[in-house]
């Protein structure tokens, strides 16, 4: 649970509204994520380790005050009715309790231990292993929109529930500068020096984890160590222009060099993106338009959400 709570709200910023304890615990704890390959598949493991050893320094009687008991009063909704909110989590241990070994039990009872856990009755268990699969796309999208409510300006939230099992390979979106890069010498936009078409990297100018997304119109190449020390910051607004002149350019290249179909992908991923007319690339103004629109206003957006922002690149950051 904190794991996956950690990747909503730590990696993807959204918030899990006003009241929410998990996320701030987990915020003040000292987890070594920078700098991750997040969809590799031993993260979440070794970030469920750092969890675990810093256990000692959780509140969990902050976060078990409620969540186990009230899971429960749905089950138990006549004998808690009317109870003062200091007696509910008591009676629904002991409603709980006493129903395990009746016809209709609930799902699990509360058990004080030492360490409190939860035990599920064999019934309810059989059922949730028969069902996993539905019951898990169920509890996904009632968390989506639990989600989308609590942030209605986050874009591509039904995507924000987990990592990435993998990221894409950007295949075309690689062509496409590949392309430019045969036909004029690109700098990289933060440092100023030439990129090599053989060693650079496609830099994501509004970080992935914000758009969550792979479109030629966010991707730019840059210096491979300019890509590593960016990370998931949001580039000052200084970089802007000259991010909107490659782009620019990198189209006009596109339009007179690229395979019919590698031209179609990326002409429809400018156009989608940007809300641009697709037909005619010739007159670049409504792209440098869009590009001045769309940027800062979603820039905004993720700055409210908690991403770095205003980042610069200096030389000694190498």
């Known amino acids: 649970m904190l794991v996956h709570t950690w990747i909503i709200s730590g990696y993807y910023r959204l918030s899990f509204g006003s009241n929410d304890k998990l996320s701030s615990i987990l915020s003040a704890l000292s987890l070594d994520t920078a700098g991750a390959s997040l969809s590799a598949p031993k993260f979440e493991s070794r970030l469920e380790d750092q969890i675990r050893e ?39 241990q002991e409603c709980a309790k006493s129903s395990f070994s ?26 949730f292993a028969r069902h996993l699969k539905i019951l898990m796309e169920w509890t996904d999208w009632h968390l989506t929109s639990y989600l989308q409510r609590r942030n209605p300006n986050a874009p591509a939230i039904a995507g924000k529930l987990y990592l ?59 210096a491979p160590t300019v890509n590593l020390v960016k990370s998931n910051a949001i580039p000052s607004p200084r970089y802007l222009s000259a991010f909107i002149d490659l782009q620019a350019r990198a189209l006009s290249v596109a339009k007179d060099y690229l395979s019919i179909k590698d031209w179609e992908t990326v002409s429809l991923s400018y156009a989608a993106g940007l809300r641009i007319d697709s037909s005619d690339f010739s007159d670049l103004e ?17 700055k409210r959400m908690g991403f ?3 980042w610069e690149f200096h030389s000694n950051e190498r």
């Not at 078990?64 to 009715?81: I, M, S, V």
């Not at 003062?84 to 629904?92: L, S």
């Not at 894409?168 to 010498?185: C, E, G, I, P, S």
């Open 54 to 92: 810093s256990f000692g320094t959780i509140d969990l009687a902050e976060i078990q005050r409620y969540a186990p008991y009230r899971l429960l009063r749905p089950f138990l909704t006549d004998e808690t009715r009317g109870l003062p909110d200091g007696r509910v989590n008591k009676k629904i």
């Open 102 to 127: 009746s016809e209709k039990p609930v799902p699990y009872i509360i058990v004080d231990k030492g360490d409190s856990y939860i035990e599920l009755h064999e019934h309810w268990y059989a059922c």
């Open 308 to 310: 770095v922002s205003d």
């Open 164 to 222: 990435p099992k993998r990221r894409r390979q950007l295949h075309w979106q690689r062509r496409l500068w590949t392309t430019v890069f045969k036909q004029a010498q690109v700098r990289c936009i933060y440092s100023n020096e030439v990129i090599s078409r053989d060693q650079f990297h496609l830099d994501h100018y509004l970080p992935w984890s914000f758009v969550c997304h792979d479109e030629a119109w966010n991707l730019i190449p840059v």
């Open 286 to 302: 409504p792209l440098r338009r869009s590009f001045q629109e769309t940027i800062p206003s979603l820039t905004l957006i993720a």
